[in-house]
Structures are given as structure tokens and as C-alpha cells.
């Protein structure tokens, strides 16, 4: 058995590496084990021949099959670097077209692992909230607390380089924290909820905000817990007002109903009149 370790989350350069030696060496995917992070096997780690080393020429991957197991790596199944490697055996012994076989199971689970992997990085983009903290130059720094199902922030955090250049931040989570200094991101080690503020002077103005949009006529319970999923609303600061609205909307909508109707503000002036012909004056 060959033994290869890898790093915490998603280490798909590491996996990588290793595939590609092993794939070169003829290594089938049941004589290796695949560990992540610190994960201990009893079993002693082997090194593998450097891929120079090797006479055999590594074989043409599609880009398909990459971008796949970029999002298959993201995954938090403890089986995921397993089955890559046994994906790509596959594909390079034989099976050209494995891609394609939806029924096929371990394509069926890769590809719901990139379904979930993307739903995961949507609800990320969507769900952050920052909070403002001062720093010791005093200068403002943010910082957001968020827990994904999936390894993602390094995935994700480039998408809030781009929206807030302008603003120093930090996004903290169990595994990987990510900082923006204005000028690089980095990545460190995982944090506790405790580490990231509980509140700002700006939360209150959107909770305002928040309660001024809801439309009591437009209210479906089922398709909003669909796209905001109540795990996120422990973190979500507009979230304690959700029960009281959805409690309050039905009344409201009544009250609505029965109200008069009023005229609209007419922001289009009227038509002038022509002006009169030569032979009506």
C-alpha cells in the first residue's frame, strides 16, 4: 500500500502531484491510501518517483475532468482525493468517455459533490456579513464570521477581493480564515465564532432596512428557507426579525387589503395643448 498525506481542505495541488506520480508508476487506486490534514494511518507514508524519474509520458487530461475535481477536492467527503484518483484510472485506462456515463457511480457522486461544492460557494457570496472593528493604526477593519459545509474559502475569497478592494478585511471560519490587507490576501489557520465581533453601530440601520423592504404580500416560507437555509441565520444579523415577520404578515397583508386605494403620485405632467391653428384665432 502507498500511503499519501496530504494537507488540510481542499489541497488539490498536492493531490495532484501525487495522481500524476502514481498514474506514472502504475499504482492501481485500491493499493493507495489517501490522508488529509492530520489524519494518521498506521500504515508508514512511501515516496514516490518523481515524475522525471519516470520513463512513460503523462497522459493528455481534459479540462473537463480538472475543473471536475477542483470542486470534487472542495468537498468535505473524507473519501473525496480517493475517488479522483480512482476517476482519473479510470478515464486514462480505457474509459475515454467516463465523463459522460451520468449513471455511472462514481460520476453520479462527483458530480454531486460539484453541486454542492457550488451551491456552498453561492450561499457563501451571499450570507457574509461584515462587521467594523477598529484597528490599532484606527484605521476600520471588517471582519465576517461564516461557516461553509465545504472547503471553499480559498475558492471564494478572490470574489470579495474584487467587491471590497477598498477595505481592509477578514473573513474567519473553522478551517481557514482569509485577509485582505488592501493590497495581498492571505490565509491562516481556522478560528472560533468568539473571535469575530457579535455586532457593529451599522446593524441596527439594516435591520431597519431589512424590515422596510419586506413585502408581507410576497412572503413563501418554504421557497425562502430554500434559498436562505436556517443553519445561516444564526450569523446573519437581519435574521432575528425573520419569525416576527413571517408571524406579522398575514395580518399585514389583510390590512393592506382593506385599505383605501390612493391616487398614484403623478410624476408625468399632462400633455400641453396644441397650439391654436391660424384660422381659430
Known amino acids: 500500500m502507498t500511503t499519501i498525506a496530504l494537507a488540510d481542505g481542499a489541497d488539490f495541488e498536492g493531490w495532484r502531484r501525487a495522481a500524476r ?11 493507495v491510501t489517501w490522508l488529509a ?40 467527503d473524507a473519501q473525496r482525493y480517493g475517488l479522483a484518483y480512482r476517476l482519473l484510472w479510470r478515464l486514462t485506462h480505457g474509459e475515454r468517455q467516463l465523463l459522460h456515463l451520468v449513471t455511472d457511480a462514481d460520476v453520479m457522486r462527483a458530480r454531486n459533490a460539484e453541486k454542492n461544492v457550488r451551491r456552498d460557494t453561492h450561499k457563501m457570496k451571499a450570507f457574509v456579513r461584515f462587521r467594523e472593528v477598529a484597528a490599532a493604526d484606527g484605521q476600520p477593519v471588517f471582519i465576517a464570521w461564516f461557516e461553509p459545509t465545504h472547503y471553499i474559502v480559498e475558492r471564494v ?49 439594516w ?33 432575528e426579525l425573520i419569525p416576527q415577520l413571517i408571524q406579522t404578515a398575514r395580518p399585514r397583508m389583510a390590512a393592506m387589503i382593506e385599505a383605501e386605494a390612493t391616487e398614484p403620485n403623478r410624476r408625468i405632467p399632462p400633455p400641453r395643448k396644441p397650439p391654436p391653428k391660424a384660422d381659430d384665432r
Open 207 to 239: 435591520r431597519t432596512y431589512y424590515a422596510s423592504i419586506f413585502n408581507p404580500a410576497r412572503l413563501k416560507v418554504q421557497a425562502m428557507k430554500s434559498e436562505m437555509p436556517m443553519k445561516y441565520w444564526k450569523n446573519l444579523p437581519e435574521a
Open 21 to 31: 506520480a502514481l498514474l506514472l508508476a502504475e499504482v492501481p487506486p485500491e493499493q
Open 37 to 76: 490534514g492530520g489524519e494518521v494511518s498506521l500504515l508508514p507514508a512511501l515516496d514516490l518517483p518523481a515524475p522525471a524519474a519516470l520513463a512513460k509520458s503523462p497522459p493528455r487530461i481534459p479540462a473537463e475532468f480538472l475543473d471536475l475535481m477542483q470542486s470534487l477536492i472542495c468537498h468535505s
Open 157 to 205: 475569497a478572490p470574489f470579495f477581493v474584487k467587491r471590497f478592494t477598498g477595505m481592509r478585511w477578514s473573513i474567519l471560519t473553522p478551517y481557514r480564515s482569509a485577509h485582505w490587507d488592501g493590497e495581498a490576501l492571505h490565509f491562516g489557520p481556522g478560528a472560533n465564532k468568539a473571535d469575530a465581533p457579535q455586532d457593529d453601530v451599522f446593524e441596527r440601520y
